[in-house]
Nanobody, 121 residues
Framework: QVQLMESGGGLVQAGGSLRLSCAAS????????MGWYRQAPGKERELVAT?????????NYADSVKGRFTISRDNAKNTVYLQMNSLKSENTAVYYC?????????????WGQGTQVTVSS
């Protein structure tokens, strides 16, 4: 079994910053990609950012967060981080950690339980 443990959500004023963390644990052979999605009330879940765990560490960002959010990883800790700066009220959502992991079987997607980020204007 694989578990994703998220932390770092909370309430922040517009213009402020938050840092999310997500650690993967369990029967992990290798990690292909980790990242973050979010879901605001009444909206569908959407991509925020992803990063590969290969040597390239390729990243992918939603256009709406480019230049304000930074995704990073710690391969040794199986952990991904999301630094969110210049937060806006429209960034309010539940943020879900995502991972595509080889757990001694064909790779599959895993999701965290979500962490609430609320940006007050």
């Amino acid at each position: 079994q694989v578990q994703l443990m998220e932390s770092g959500g909370g309430l922040v004023q517009a213009g402020g910053s938050l840092r999310l963390s997500c650690a993967a644990s369990g029967s992990i052979f290798s990690i292909n990609t980790m990242g973050w999605y979010r879901q605001a009330p009444g909206k569908e879940r959407e991509l925020v950012a992803t990063i590969t765990f290969s040597s390239s560490g390729s990243t992918n960002y939603a256009d709406s967060v480019k230049g304000r959010f930074t995704i990073s990883r710690d391969n040794a800790k199986n952990t991904v981080y999301l630094q969110m700066n210049s937060l806006k009220s429209e960034n309010t959502a539940v943020y879900y950690c995502y991972a595509n992991i080889n757990a001694y079987s064909p790779s599959r997607d895993y999701w965290g339980q979500g962490t609430q980020v609320t940006v007050s204007s």
